[in-house]
């Protein structure tokens, strides 16, 4: 079992599976893969739009392929979710605020304060990465999407991200 990779339009290649080794080293030899860790800088807690904030930190993107970010921290997360309304990122605070609420009698891990537990909580509920398709050069996001950085401590302060871009 096995499928057929097209590396460019007069080569193609018969892959055993699982060959993701062979892959990726395929595609960093071609440098197909780029990878810049960036920071954000430090917010309140609360529901950020960042799209800008990445892109602006990021090499040009490649005509076509995929932007996968990852967040180094376990009391923040990653979304994807509406960039016109503000409205949506404050509701979004109070949902998950109401969610997993601050200072409840069974929180064991409470030295580092009463927002740190619920924040390692919301992080495991909404993720720690995204995946992002890239067409024409440009993140093929929908027309209202953005991304967010979701800040679940009181004041987390600068974010670091890797960023891995994948493409030609």
């Not at 999407?145 to 679940?152: D, P, S, V």
């Amino acid at each position: 079992m096995g499928y057929r990779l097209w590396v460019m339009s007069s080569i193609s290649l018969y892959l055993p599976l699982p060959s993701s080794t062979f892959l990726y080293l395929l595609l960093k030899k071609k440098n197909m893969i780029q990878q810049k860790e960036i920071t954000l800088s430090g917010s309140c807690r609360g529901f950020h739009l960042v799209t800008s904030e990445i892109l602006g930190q990021l090499p040009k993107l490649p005509e076509t392929g995929l932007l996968h970010v990852f967040v180094k921290h376990t009391s923040c997360s990653l979304s994807i979710n509406e960039n016109y309304d503000p409205d949506v990122r404050s509701d979004m605070e109070q949902i998950f605020n109401h969610i997993v609420p601050e200072n409840q009698p069974y929180y064991d891990h409470v030295l580092e304060g009463s927002d740190d537990m619920p924040a390692h909580a919301k992080a495991t509920i909404i993720g720690n990465s995204l995946t992002i398709p890239i067409t024409r050069g440009r993140l093929n996001l929908g027309t209202w999407q953005g991304i967010y950085l979701c800040e679940h401590r009181n004041y987390g302060g600068q974010r670091k991200l890797v960023c891995t871009i994948i493409g030609e």
